[in-house]
């Protein structure tokens, strides 16, 4: 009921920049936290950021503080990460969460994940 599409991965020198974007599709309502998770290679996933519906963000990841930012258009059900200033240890596939969302029929439904994106910084 609720499909998630990530774009904007790519392979970028590190210094460089990336936009990821995340599209929510499907009887959406309303969405309350967006999230966006990494997983490197022989790692276990991490939470990177969230923002909620009013915009409050926070980043999980202190390595990641003051490069990278989280935003959302809540028209859109979309959130973004903006990632600036990459070093070779962002390397993963990230990818975008959505713990829960209210339908318009007025469920609320849980956990929903995009396919992940690949973001490889090279040194």
């Known amino acids: 009921q609720v499909q998630l599409v990530e774009s904007g991965g790519g392979l970028v020198q590190a210094g460089g920049s990336l936009r990821l974007s995340c599209a929510a599709s499907?009887?959406?309502?309303?969405?309350?936290?967006m999230a966006w998770y990494r997983q490197a290679p022989g790692k276990q996933r991490e939470l990177v950021a969230t923002?909620?519906?009013?915009?409050?963000?926070?980043y999980a990841v202190d390595s990641v503080k003051g490069r990278f930012t989280i935003s959302r258009d809540n028209a859109k059900s979309t959130v973004s990460l903006q990632m600036d200033s990459l070093k070779p240890e962002d390397t993963a596939v990230y990818y975008c969460?959505?713990?829960?969302?209210?339908?318009?029929?007025?469920?609320?439904?849980?956990?929903?994940w995009g396919q992940g994106t690949q973001v490889t910084v090279s040194s």
């Open positions: 499907g009887s959406i309502f309303s969405i309350n936290t």
């Open positions: 969460n959505v713990p829960s969302v209210t339908t318009t029929g007025g469920l609320r439904l849980t956990d929903y």
């Open positions: 923002i909620t519906s009013n915009g409050r963000t926070n």
